[in-house]
């Protein structure tokens, strides 16, 4: 009998902390918690900064980690990259013309995302302009995206194989 009684008690107590569980897990606050105080909903200040001054924030990754070198890290290490003089002007050439097309198609972004904000606050919004709305920031971020890729090949082109080793090493790959 007293076996059957712990048990039993045993056995409520467990499906009690487990209910409890399920409640708490029920009213846990959402990872978007805080973010309701943002401008632009989904955009935090960091993004918003890294878009309008052109940041790679990891849109050419895939160059990067298959030996395609960024202008902005070979200037970061253009002494122990050994640049000529002609590689250096034309690496920072690269670097500034996709740095204002990256802070144009930037500001675009953050601003069509902003519009797509407003609409939803003010709900104004509705099937056709929201395809319209997405459809917009999509082919923005892909150009932004190319741009950056863009850098990258023309880099590529500009530097040695043993330069490309160099910088890749400099970088901490281990290809």
């Known amino acids: ?29 959402s ?37 395609f070198p960024g202008p902005k890290h070979i200037l970061e290490n253009e002494t122990a990259m050994e640049l000529s003089a002609e590689q250096k002007a034309d690496v920072q050439k690269s670097f500034q013309k996709m740095k204002e097309k990256a802070v144009e198609l930037g500001r675009q972004i953050v601003e069509r995302e902003k519009e797509l904000n407003e609409l939803f606050q003010q709900n104004k919004i509705d099937e056709a302009i929201l395809q319209e709305k997405i459809q917009t920031i999509a082919k923005l971020q892909g150009d932004l995206r190319g741009a950056h890729l863009q850098a990258h090949l023309e880099m590529k082109k500009l530097l040695s194989p043993p330069q490309i080793e160099k910088y890749n090493r400099l970088r901490g790959y281990q290809n």
Not at 2 to 10: D, M, N, Q
Not at 14 to 27: I, P, T, Y
Not at 35 to 53: D, F, H, P, R, V
């Open 1 to 29: 009998m007293k076996v059957r009684i712990v048990f039993w008690a045993a056995v409520l107590s467990v499906s009690g902390a487990c209910a409890g569980d399920a409640h708490q897990k029920n009213h846990q606050h």
């Open 31 to 67: 990872n978007y918690a805080g973010q309701e105080k943002q401008a632009i909903k989904s955009l935090s200040e960091t993004e918003i900064a890294a878009y309008t001054n052109g940041e790679g924030m990891g849109l050419a990754k895939i160059a990067e980690l298959n030996g």
